[in-house]
């Protein structure tokens, strides 16, 4: 889990270092993709607003078919509940942390596989509002 935590510290330090012009903004989406874990911007809905590579090549959607969607799309089906009061908790108290540390999470794989993976979510306070930033990280299946 240290290790999605983490790719989450680097990314508010790519975002500091952004908004401090030390990196060419331009970069950003090269920055996004080069990520080795995978990363999935949600609003307070639960809807997609941004994928990389990695969230591709990890569930097996094309990254058009994702934006937009309910990030639940992505979850094992008896998950969905519970995880709508998770988000809802997340929204409503913003911070840093690991989801389900008691055990691993199911994903669902386009081809209707399950897959295990490890999720951490952190906000994105912007002027646009508040957004989560999920880092995943695969551990088995699919």
């Known amino acids: 889990m240290g290790k999605v935590i983490d790719t989450l ?14 990196v060419d903004p ?13 990363l999935i911007v949600i609003n307070e809905s639960g809807r997609i607003h941004l994928v990389n590579v990695q969230i591709e090549l990890m569930f097996g959607y094309h990254r058009t078919k994702l934006v937009g969607e309910v990030v639940h799309k992505l979850l094992a089906s008896d998950l969905e509940e519970t995880h709508t009061k998770h ?11 690991p989801m389900n540390l008691a055990k691993h999470l199911s ?9 295990t993976v490890q999720i951490s979510i952190g906000p994105l306070i912007s ?6 930033l999920a880092i995943v990280r695969r551990i088995s299946g699919g």
């Open 9 to 22: 510290e680097r990314i508010s330090d790519l975002n500091r270092k952004l908004s401090d012009s030390e």
């Open 26 to 38: 331009t970069m950003w989406p090269q920055i996004i993709d080069s990520l080795p874990d995978g």
């Open 87 to 97: 988000l809802e908790r997340f929204f409503a108290s913003p911070s840093a942390r």
């Open 107 to 115: 994903g669902r794989h386009s081809s209707g596989r399950m897959i």
């Open 127 to 132: 002027e646009a509002g508040v957004f989560g």
